[in-house]
């Protein structure tokens, strides 16, 4: 089947190394799935290192089969591809005789809980030469795409890696010129403190000196307030008196010396 140069463009293409369970069941047998998808069509060339198998999903059977499954010809060429791009592990594939050379290729996957199955038959190739060299040629331009990756990677890494290494160095001279920044401006900070304490000291020395004269002139203004201010008789006598006395002489006597005291100071 001859796809057009539209149709080559939207191509997509997979190689998948398949294991498969031998029939001995000691080892397993590998075979190579080369698929090339399309929107609505698929094709695959299958080989186990001798012989050639292929398997042509055209668009009438493919759109025939996704009716049957109810599904869409995009979502049956998506699921095919799913499985036979990469080996899924919770499938269960199989690679057998249908005779007359021809093999069947199956594998099965589960849809809502429902275990299903697909299966396709393959002929045998036209041309096992050039299908084989296909598969060659993918597999090698695949690795040489990869080793290209790894090669860019890996200098993509190593441009990282230096310049990872560049800017902690820069982190670390950041940080040691923080810490002598910081210690630097503390030594500052302490020294203008000191001077203020020494300041604030001596001030306060001499606001002391001030303040030691300043309570003689209160004590002697707060004296003569009181002495000037005075009293009436009746608060004079009981000031005066002598509280354990009821003798009138004594209070006479005290009444007396008051009114001598006010007369002084008037």
């Given at each position: 089947m001859e796809d057009d140069p539209a149709c080559n463009a939207d191509a997509r293409h997979t190689c998948l190394k398949l294991e498969l369970p031998s029939a001995s069941g000691r080892s397993k047998d590998s075979i190579f799935i080369r698929g090339t998808w399309f929107p609505s069509h698929f094709r695959l060339s299958i080989t186990d290192g001798l012989?050639?198998?292929t398997c042509e999903g055209s668009d009438a059977e493919v759109r025939q089969r996704a009716e049957q499954w109810d599904q869409s010809v995009s979502e049956y060429v998506a699921l095919a591809e799913r499985y036979l791009g990469f080996q899924q592990p919770d499938s269960k594939y199989g690679f057998e005789d249908a005779d007359k050379g021809q093999m069947r290729l199956s594998w099965t996957f589960e849809k809502q809980g429902t275990k299903l199955e697909w299966r396709w038959k393959c002929q045998p190739s036209s041309d096992s030469k050039q299908n084989i060299v296909e598969i060659l040629d993918f597999l090698l331009d695949a690795n040489i795409r990869l080793s290209e990756e790894v090669v860019r990677k890996t200098q993509s890494f190593e441009k990282l890696?230096?310049?990872?290494?560049r800017c902690l160095s820069q982190s670390q001279a950041f940080s040691n010129e923080k810490a002598?920044?910081?210690s630097a401006s503390y030594a500052k900070f302490v020294d203008v403190l000191n001077s203020k304490k020494a300041k604030l000291r001596e001030?306060?020395?001499?606001?002391s000196k001030i303040n030691g004269k300043a309570p003689e002139d209160d004590e002697s203004s707060d004296k003569t307030d009181r002495f000037d201010g005075g009293s009436?008789?009746?608060n004079a006598i009981e000031i005066f008196r002598d509280p354990g006395s009821d003798s009138p002489d004594a209070s006479e006597g005290v009444g007396a010396s008051t009114w001598k005291a006010r007369q002084r100071t008037r």
């Open positions: 012989h050639v198998w890696k230096v310049e990872a290494e002598e920044f910081e001030l306060r020395d001499r606001l009436d008789d009746e």
